[in-house]
Structures are given as structure tokens and as C-alpha cells.
T-cell receptor
């Protein structure tokens, strides 16, 4: 149980375009979903936290107008990278939590974004 | 603010031997949870083991065990009988009780050599 999927697993887009990444909890309801960014050989950096039906809470330094997060249902959250630039190229990981003890986060397999 | 420190960027161990990965954290709170996650080359994050701070007994999951020293704010991971499939990045993580904000350490890259 507690499976989280992400789609697509990798995407290449041209500079200036937008790309959407989906995160789904397949067998549980996720009251909270998280979006992380991971640079090569580095740790996970939390970008934002979203609760179903509410606006996302962004970490300091993360542009909310560039990284649009929508948590439309208890099983789906989307991250849209708007007007992508090469420096947005990274590995994006989502996770989901049921919001109850022990507050464990279940991680998706990640999406590799390359902006050319 | 809570911080998690992993002081070993890289480690290696021979197959079948035992290795210990270090993790320290800083918090003024008393109720929290600690985790070790494994990230193999596939990049999928996998939960290895979890420890509740109010439990004195160290958590164990098959070949994986922790040494939780609450006073010292230390949470090390011991891998016994290391296997080639244990080769991965290992992240120590911290979360406060009743809080969704998980903080990760910088990670330790473990290589198991045949």
C-alpha cells in the first residue's frame, strides 16, 4: 500500500514553455502533498506544501508564480513550471502524507525535467 | 528551526560486513520522529526505518537498526550483512510531532563492494 505515482517520469521542454507534473496517491487519501527539488548529488529541497482545497505554502526563495501548485483532490496534486528556463532543469519529487501519525511521507518516483 | 546533519558524504563497505551511518539533529522540541530513507540509483525514495522520539527502544527492521541517543540528539543507522542492493544514498530525516514539515540531512552515499 501507500503508493505514489508521478507523471511524466521525464520531460524535455523548450525554454519559455510551461510543463505540468502530476502526482497521484494511488491507494490512500493524501491530505497533504509536498513538492521537492533535488539537484545532482544533493539532498531534497522542499519547495512547497499543499493541502487539498487550499493554496500551497511555498518555502522561502521559491517563486510561487513560477511554480504553480494545485491540490485539486485528495489524490492529485500538480506542479506547473511556467516559462521554464534551463536553470529550472532538475529532478522534482513529490510526496504525500495522510496527515496522521506517524506523519510518514510516501514518495513518488520523481520527474526529471530538462529545459533546452 | 530544526536541522539535520549527516557528516559522512560517502562511505563504503565490503559485502556481508556491517556499516554505521551517522546522523545528528538539533531541536528544542521533545516530541518528534526520525527516519532513514534510502534513494537507490532509480531515485525512488524508500523508507528504511522509523523511530518515535518517545520510545526508548531502538527500532529494528531486519538487517537495519538504529542507535537513538535522545540526549545526544544522535540517530545512527547500522546496516548488518551488507548487500550489493544496499548501495544507495541514505538520508536522515526529522519531523516534529503533529507537523508535516520533514527536514532532510545532506545524505550519505553508501557503496557496497563485492
Amino acid at each position: 500500500g501507500a503508493v505514489v505515482s508521478q507523471h511524466p517520469s521525464w520531460v524535455i521542454c523548450k525554454s519559455g514553455t510551461s510543463v505540468k507534473i502530476e502526482c497521484r496517491s494511488l491507494d490512500f487519501q493524501a491530505t497533504t502533498m509536498f513538492w521537492y527539488r533535488q539537484f545532482p548529488k544533493q539532498s531534497l529541497m522542499l519547495m512547497a506544501t499543499s493541502n487539498e482545497g487550499s493554496k500551497a505554502t511555498y518555502e522561502q526563495g521559491v517563486e510561487k508564480d513560477k511554480f504553480l501548485i494545485n491540490h485539486a483532490s485528495l489524490t492529485l496534486s500538480t506542479l506547473t513550471v511556467t516559462s521554464a528556463h534551463p536553470e529550472d532543469s532538475s529532478f522534482y519529487i513529490c510526496s504525500a502524507s495522510q496527515g496522521t501519525f506517524p506523519y510518514e511521507q510516501y514518495f513518488g518516483p520523481g520527474t526529471r525535467l530538462t529545459v533546452t | 528551526a530544526q536541522t539535520v546533519t549527516q557528516s559522512q558524504p560517502e562511505m563504503s563497505v565490503q559485502e556481508a560486513e556491517t556499516v554505521t551511518l551517522s546522523c545528528t539533529y538539533d531541536t528544542s522540541e521533545n516530541n518528534y520522529y526520525l527516519f532513514w530513507y534510502k534513494q537507490p540509483p532509480s531515485r525512488q525514495m524508500i523508507l528504511v526505518i522509523r523511530q518515535e522520539a518517545y520510545k526508548q527502544q531502538n527500532a529494528t527492521e531486519n538487517r537495519f537498526s538504529v542507535n537513538f541517543q535522545k540526549a545526544a540528539k544522535s540517530f545512527s543507522l547500522k546496516i548488518s550483512d551488507s548487500q550489493l542492493g544496499d548501495t544507495a544514498m541514505y538520508f536522515c530525516a526529522f519531523i516534529l510531532f503533529n507537523n508535516n514539515d520533514m527536514r532532510f540531512g545532506a545524505g550519505t552515499r553508501l557503496t557496497v563492494k563485492p
